[in-house]
T-cell receptor
């Protein structure tokens, strides 16, 4: 599976935008880019995914570089509830597309 | 609607004891995944079911681990003769169709297993 690299941690202030980077230089043309997050003592939850174009949903935006070798998850206004571990995951084609998690990036939000 | 549920939420076992962990996926979801999450690490894939068929068990760490989903809904992960290294959070996830690359996986809260 193609690998992703993320910083270990990031800090943000409440109500400010947050940009969480992810590098995936070995991504293949058919891999989807997914983001999940895991709040303390909970299971992971889906945030957003995309293939080539930038994507927006109610939780976040996903900006994908033109060469697809990197992407950025954007939280437009961080809240204390957004403090979590964020995982950037590549998913290959095929029916059984298991999620291959790395260590993720731990986001702390200061009030 | 109801999400993925898991039981028990916490389990303490003595080394050598057998344990069974239950997962109730979202109703109608075809695919079911089990993951193991050690402290401070991301979840790691254990096994995958499509309906009642176990199509991938490549992540099961040893033959002490066994999973089943006999009627294509509820799944049970069984660990025989538990060892201390089995201590982890066991997560279950389901998805609507075949679990393909564009599909969302919905996770349960996990079962935290501590082996003493």
């Amino acid at each position: 599976d193609a690998k992703t690299t993320q910083p270990n941690s990031m800090e943000s202030n409440e109500e400010e935008p947050v940009h969480l980077p992810c590098n995936h230089s070995t991504i293949s043309g058919t891999d989807y880019i997914h983001w999940y997050r895991q709040l303390p003592s909970q299971g992971p939850e889906y945030v957003i995914h995309g293939l080539t174009s930038n994507v927006n949903n109610r939780m976040a935006s996903l900006a994908i570089a033109e060469d697809r070798k990197s992407s950025t998850l954007i939280l437009h206004r961080a809240t204390l509830r957004d403090a979590a571990v964020y995982y950037c995951i590549l998913r290959a084609s095929g029916a059984n597309s298991k999620l291959t998690f790395g260590k993720g990036i731990t986001l702390s939000v200061r009030p | 609607g109801a999400g993925v549920s898991q039981s028990p939420r916490y389990k303490v076992a003595k080394r050598g004891q057998d344990v069974a962990l239950r997962c109730d996926p979202i109703s109608g979801h075809v695919s079911l995944f089990w993951y193991q999450q050690a402290l401070g690490q991301g979840p790691e894939f254990l096994t995958y079911f499509q309906n009642e068929a176990q199509l991938d068990k490549s992540g099961l760490p040893s033959d002490r681990f066994f999973a089943e989903r006999p009627e294509g809904s509820v799944s049970t992960l069984k660990i025989q003769r538990t060892q201390q290294e089995d201590s982890a959070v066991y997560l279950c996830a389901s998805s609507f169709l075949s679990g393909g690359r564009g599909e969302t996986q919905y996770f349960g809260p996990g079962t935290r297993l501590l082996v003493l």
